[in-house]
């Protein structure tokens, strides 16, 4: 590549403020302040030519100051489409300073035609696209798309993100990448469009190289695995395992690990112990829904015939928390499914559950379906700032089967009933109660920044943070600290999660209440559903 230089600004853009995702809050009490650090736009500055400058700008850390779009030759940016406002914003703010924009990552991949204000697009994975973009920069050229043959790019050769370009302090955690692409068929998955259904893994020491240098940069703490599926190819896993494990221990045990895995992740007990070994304590679980039927036809049938509390419980019994998605609103849901859903995530025990609406992304096969059936709503796939954070709020872009103000409601009981203060404890209280933590080290390492949650002030200063929850908050943590004080440390990281989660869940409800009383208000109580989902969408 090429010895000349140009300066590029990487920007990472807003998410949405009110999303599931976005818990700000409980960050800022280990002086962070978001949870996880841009690990595409650091693997795109890796594959760039190294002898160009680079200047990294988070927008969900730092304000974006116009001088650093000035100091640029062109500026970068993308993400997911809980990004997509912002980015749009950038773009137009990049253009007032007359200054070139390439877009990239996943929501312009799958709905490049919301993005065509930009000068550059980067299309799919772009480890095989982005030798053309600079050979086509340095050619004078100043527009193009670059879209990435599906699939294709082998992971292996993918260099280490330049880690250097973070500010780890800003961070809950950092975000590492083993594998692409997972083997199920859910149908409103987009990873599956997108990464394809063979994971790809990188090799043993390429991901050992990238702990290095997490480890020489001085980082501790939590590492997340952003693996669509870790466990897709179980194999390979289960032999970068043991390495990882020899690593850890070489180290003095700096990273604890957490990903997201399938459910059958509990079929093996040979890899949870691996798991355990390695010092992973959490994983999130697509659940969805306690209904097998759904569950067929939303072609998730990894969560069929089996018992899905038990499996998580299973989970628990390896020291490892589960957080985990539930949806409403498919086709196949029976009137009022409200109670069993309750009912499932209670008999889980899971305290940090997304419950959201069915949303159907662009580039799944469940917008392809809706589409042949003409019940894909106009629009679908802009995200609309003003209408919620995320499909928690406004899911259901298309005409559902059930009438949508049954949907509503039923979602609307389900988010007052599981993010109740005595609701969310009896869950920790129950979780607590299978996390076996033996053998597994209790203390955080030396400059891992959770340290400060674990004082007994950093309790009260959570514990006082929610008010509402007080008096059930400390009830159970007395009980944790009684009958299994080695869970202490997630127990507290829970509750701290309830400052985000339970003003949330206020503002998802009042947002349904919006809906269901602008339906009421357009509607007559015996108008046709159509006509009503209309009117709860504009
Ligand atoms: S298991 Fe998860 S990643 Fe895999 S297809 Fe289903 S939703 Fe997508």
Redesign the pocket.
Same mark, same amino acid.
């Given at each position: 590549m090429t010895d000349r230089s140009c300066r590029v600004l990487l920007v990472y853009p807003k998410f949405v403020p009110n999303s599931f995702w976005n818990y700000a809050e409980p960050c800022k009490l280990i002086g962070a302040r978001y949870p996880a650090a841009p690990l595409g736009l650091i693997t795109v500055a890796a594959l760039l030519p190294q002898t160009w400058e680079f200047k990294l700008v988070n927008s969900n850390t730092d304000d974006l100051d116009t001088a650093d779009i000035d100091w640029a030759d062109m500026v970068m940016t993308g993400g997911m489409q809980n990004q997509q406002p912002d980015c749009l914003r950038l773009i137009d703010l990049c253009h007032a300073h007359d200054k070139p924009v390439v877009v990239g990552g996943p929501d312009v991949s799958s709905s490049p035609h919301l993005y065509v204000s930009a000068d550059f697009q980067v299309l799919g994975e772009a480890e095989d696209v982005i030798k053309d973009f600079v050979s086509a920069w340095e050619r004078g050229e100043r527009s193009g798309i670059f879209a990435a043959e599906k699939f294709q790019v082998d992971v292996t050769k993918t260099p280490i993100p330049r880690f250097d370009l973070l500010t780890f302090e800003h961070y809950l955690y950092i975000c590492i990448q083993y594998s692409r692409g *997972?083997p199920?068929? *859910?149908e409103f *998955?987009d &990873? &599956?469009e997108l990464y394809g259904r063979n994971p790809r893994t990188k090799t043993n020491a390429q991901m050992l190289a990238e702990l290095d240098r997490l480890y020489a940069l001085g980082y501790r703490g939590h590492v997340d695995f952003v693996d669509?599926?870790l466990i897709g190819n179980k194999k390979a896993l289960k032999r970068f395992l043991p390495e990882l494990k020899a690593w850890q221990e070489a180290h003095d045990y700096p990273f604890e690990f957490s990903t997201e895995a399938?459910v059958n992740l509990a079929d093996d007990d040979a890899l949870l112990e691996m798991l355990k070994q390695t010092n992973f304590f959490a994983v999130f679980v697509?659940i969805e829904s306690p209904d097998s039927e759904t569950l067929i036809q939303m072609r998730?049938k990894?969560n069929t015939k089996r018992n899905i509390a038990e499996c998580i419980h299973k989970i628990y019994g390896y020291g490892m928390l589960v957080t985990a998605g539930f949806i409403v609103g498919f086709d196949s849901e029976k009137a009022s499914m409200a109670d069993s859903m309750i009912d499932f995530i209670e008999d889980c025990a899971i305290p940090v559950c997304m419950v959201g609406m069915l949303f159907a992304l662009p580039n799944t096969q469940l917008t392809v379906r809706l589409t042949k059936e003409g019940r894909l709503h106009e629009g679908y796939d802009i995200m609309a700032e003003d209408k919620g954070g995320d499909h928690c709020s406004f899911g259901i872009n298309f005409d559902p089967k059930r009438p949508l103000r049954d949907i509503l409601s039923d979602y609307r009981r389900i988010l007052a009933h599981v993010f109740e203060p005595s609701a969310y404890a009896g869950r920790i209280d129950r979780l607590a109660s299978m996390l076996n933590r033996s053998g597994r080290r209790r203390d955080l390492p030396e400059g891992d920044p959770r340290r400060r949650i674990g004082s007994i002030e950093g309790v009260y200063k959570i514990i006082n943070a929610v008010p509402k929850a007080r008096e059930i908050f400390w009830k159970t943590f007395n009980n944790c600290a009684r009958n299994n004080p080695a869970a202490l440390r997630y127990v507290v990281l829970l509750m701290a999660m309830y400052i985000h989660l339970g003003p949330f869940s206020r503002r998802a409800i009042e947002q349904i209440d919006q809906r269901i009383a602008a339906l009421d208000q357009a509607e007559p109580a015996h108008a046709p559903a159509e006509s009503r989902v209309a009117a709860a969408m504009t």
């Open positions: *997972c199920f068929t *859910c *998955c &990873i &599956i669509d599926n399938s697509g998730k990894q």
